[in-house]
């Protein structure tokens, strides 16, 4: 029995990661509670010693994405295209990020006019070089742990970006009794920097308890309030002249989170419009060509790769690496890095 226990407590410290991040996925109540109080510290104790690192190391080689799904694995069969057929979305050569020709839909929420945010170039508060680096600070729940590693390892290629990443796992901007990221954004601002990305809201699907009214959510309400909650992060960050980049959350697969999604990415880009020093940038086309929620994309050679995990919130490694290369041309291009 000594040596089940053991081995069973050896195998949750190499898989601690994978544990934290399976408790985003549960809804908010005693389960999610009870398993994040031993997840969390098992965590921290396999960090520590690192014994997350055989883990990573296997699921870099095998290309795994965070919870463990192949991005290599084949996709399923589709039906063959008859000769002179319209390809399928996400079926072209074109590579991923770059722009595609507008299409004519029907506008869903939040998406109209353009991002918001200073014109890429415009009125930069220094020049970037390797004496003194652009200092890049990665924040957000776990939505942006993967992505984080994947753009800070594209673009810090020749000393001129010095990075930092802090993720807070289980969070969001709906239960800041449970993380509050209001607090956490003055933290993050004592922090030196040029430049935050902020990826948050794969946790907040969720109703907002507010000056001791319950908001639905999604309502008009609950996205007046969401909005201002990411207004005064933003404030908070920007305080210092820093520039902001704010992602969008990319299209899930249930429709109830979709509804959660459209209404949080309406709030964020709201908030992001009425500050020059922050950037929106709205991703949700880039994974629902067709405005449908696909797990396979071009990866840009032909390829179809799996780029959402089998939560189908989060991104698998190819789907990070597909954000990771349009945020990696925005800074590059704003921050005159070439």
């Given amino acids: 029995m000594v040596v089940v226990l ?3 407590l050896l195998a949750a410290l190499l898989n601690s990661r994978a544990m934290v991040s399976a408790t985003d996925n549960l809804s908010p109540g005693w389960r999610r509670t009870t398993v994040r ?7 921290v104790v396999g960090r520590a010693l690192r014994l997350d690192r055989p883990r990573a190391a296997l ?7 965070e919870d463990g799904s192949s991005s290599d694995a084949v996709p399923p069969p589709t039906a063959p295209r008859k000769a002179g057929a319209t390809p399928r ?11 595609r020709a507008p299409r004519k839909a029907a506008p ?8 918001a945010g200073p014109a890429p170039g415009a009125g930069l508060p220094r020049r970037v070089s390797a004496a003194e680096p652009l200092r890049l600070l990665v924040a957000g729940d776990s939505m942006v742990e993967l ?23 289980g969070t969001g901007l709906v239960r800041l009794d ?25 946790n907040d699907a969720q109703d907002i308890s507010a000056r001791g009214a319950r908001l639905e959510m999604a309502t008009a309400k609950w996205q ?38 459209e209404s949080l990415n309406s709030a964020v880009r709201s908030a992001a419009a009425g500050n020059r020093l922050v950037t929106y940038v709205d991703v949700w086309a880039d994974f629902a060509p067709g405005g449908r929620y696909v797990d396979y994309l071009d990866d840009g050679s032909g390829r179809e790769v799996k780029v959402r995990n089998r939560d189908g919130i989060h991104l698998a490694r190819p789907g990070a690496e597909l954000l990771a290369r349009k945020l990696r041309a925005l800074i590059v291009k704003e921050w005159a890095l070439d």
């Avoid at 869903?108 to 991002?115: I, K, L, Q």
């Avoid at 990221?181 to 935050?196: G, I, N």
């Fill in 89 to 99: 979305p996400g079926a072209s050569a074109r590579p991923p990020g770059a722009s």
């Fill in 108 to 115: 869903r929420p939040g998406a109209s006019g353009p991002a």
């Fill in 224 to 261: 007046a309030e969401y909005a201002r909650r990411a207004r005064q992060v933003m404030t908070t960050l920007t305080a210092d002249g820093r520039r902001v980049v704010w992602v969008g959350m990319p299209v899930p697969r249930s429709a109830k989170l979709r509804r959660a999604f």
């Fill in 178 to 202: 449970a993380f509050d990221w209001l607090a956490h954004a003055r933290d993050l601002a004592s922090t030196p920097a040029d430049l935050t990305l902020v990826m948050i809201g794969g």
């Fill in 59 to 65: 699921d870099e080689a095998l290309g795994r994405g």
């Fill in 6 to 8: 053991a081995g069973l």
């Fill in 37 to 43: 109080a031993v997840a969390v510290p098992l965590d």
């Fill in 147 to 169: 992505l984080g590693r994947t753009l800070v390892n594209s673009i810090d290629d020749d000393g001129k970006v010095k990075a930092r990443i802090d993720v807070k796992y």
